[in-house]
Nanobody, 124 residues
Framework: QLQLVESGGGLVQPGGSLRLSCATSGRGLHDYGVGWFRQAPGKEREPLACISSSGASTNYADSVKGRFTISRDNAKNMMYLQMNSLKPEDTAVYYC?????????????????WGQGTQVTVSS
């Protein structure tokens, strides 16, 4: 079992930045591929970014490529999402997730464990 807890969400102005963190516990994060997803009201869950268990491979959705950066610190059992140049359409609940295959995948159905989410609101 792996538990995930997101933090770092909040209200930010358009063009601003936020760094989301995801603390994990229960098992060593080094076994898992991890990813970030979001869901806005009335919309389906959207994959954003993922990183393999070793950190060697990353993938990004086109909607965030060049603005968001995923990273991980296996020694601290932490993962992060640095979000820059935020737009109002980035407003959503953001979730971290972990995948036992260890791969870097944007396919949400492959993830085994999910956090409870953190709200990000981009508004002036």
């Amino acid at each position: 079992q792996l538990q995930l807890v997101e933090s770092g969400g909040g209200l930010v102005q358009p063009g601003g930045s936020l760094r989301l963190s995801c603390a994990t516990s229960g098992r060593g994060l080094h076994d898992y591929g991890v990813g970030w997803f979001r869901q806005a009201p009335g919309k389906e869950r959207e994959p954003l970014a993922c990183i393999s268990s070793s950190g060697a491979s990353t993938n990004y959705a086109d909607s965030v490529k060049g603005r968001f950066t995923i990273s991980r610190d296996n020694a601290k059992n932490m993962m992060y999402l640095q979000m820059n140049s935020l737009k109002p359409e980035d407003t959503a609940v953001y979730y971290c997730a972990a995948d036992l295959t260890g791969l870097s995948t944007l396919v949400g159905s492959l993830y085994d464990y999910w956090g409870q989410g953190t709200q990000v609101t981009v508004s002036s």
